[in-house]
């Protein structure tokens, strides 16, 4: 966070990377990123008539694409359920994402000092903190009512028939509106994972899946010493 001092580094382990994210991870937030990613930005430029309007064959072209990506990361949800069957590095991963820590009450009482503007230090961290945590959460329950109201604008889209007028008509502002509290999660999410000095190392653990030791220790240091134990 800026403005928050980071906890003093072991110069010995700077250099050192560590395993963060196992390919399971990796692959599952990729496969959600870039087909949501795909779907706000054409979402987005919907609202311009003329690109809205471009067509081949009477069928609007921008429009087409995001119901056929919107149609296949709907069905999405049941490749990673499959997924997390087998995968138990990742569904441990999902598992404390979703799990609230007696660690999370310290970190929320720093998260809103640092946005204050507080020198105020990290307090012990686990694997996610609790702003990870908060985001995870959101993104789920945002993706859910997109998906939602998407598959009624979707089967629409090919035939008028399935859904009245005027339900469309209701779930279409729904689904408009669904995007635009998206927008601003995705843009801080962005920002921290790949442009704040901070956080950004976290972009590195979600490609590669390793992290710099000692960044993992300043942000995340009751993990590391839980990998540590395992592996002495």
Do not use: C
Not at 31 to 56: D, E, N, S
Not at 104 to 121: F, I, Q, S
Not at 156 to 178: Q, W, Y
């Amino acid at each position: 966070m800026p403005g928050s001092p980071e906890r003093p580094r072991d110069a010995n382990h700077d250099d050192e990377t560590m395993l963060r994210f196992e390919a399971g991870i990796r692959l599952i937030h990729w496969v959600h990123a870039v087909p949501f990613l795909f779907l706000l930005v054409t979402g987005l430029t919907l609202f311009i008539q003329p690109i809205k309007a471009a067509h081949i064959d009477g069928y609007r072209i921008v429009p087409l694409l995001h119901v056929l990506a919107g149609l296949g990361f709907i069905a999405s949800p049941l490749a990673l359920f499959l997924w997390l069957r087998t995968d138990r590095a990742s569904a441990d991963d999902i598992h404390r994402l979703f799990s609230l820590r007696r660690e999370d009450v310290p970190w929320a009482r720093y998260a809103v000092g640092a946005v204050l503007g507080a020198r105020v230090r990290i307090p012990p961290t686990a694997k996610f903190n609790l702003g990870q945590k908060a985001n995870a959460v959101i993104t789920v329950a945002v993706t859910a009512a997109l998906m939602l109201s998407g598959a009624v604008l979707a089967v629409n889209f090919f035939t008028k028939r399935v859904f009245s007028a005027g339900l469309v008509e209701g779930v279409f502002p729904l689904h408009d509106l669904f995007m635009l509290i998206a927008l601003p999660v995705v843009l801080v999410h962005i920002y921290l994972g790949s442009l704040h000095p901070g956080t950004r190392e976290s972009l590195r653990g979600i490609i590669s899946g390793r992290v710099s030791r000692g960044w993992a220790r300043d942000h995340h240091d009751l993990w590391v010493e839980e990998i540590e134990s395992r592996n002495p």
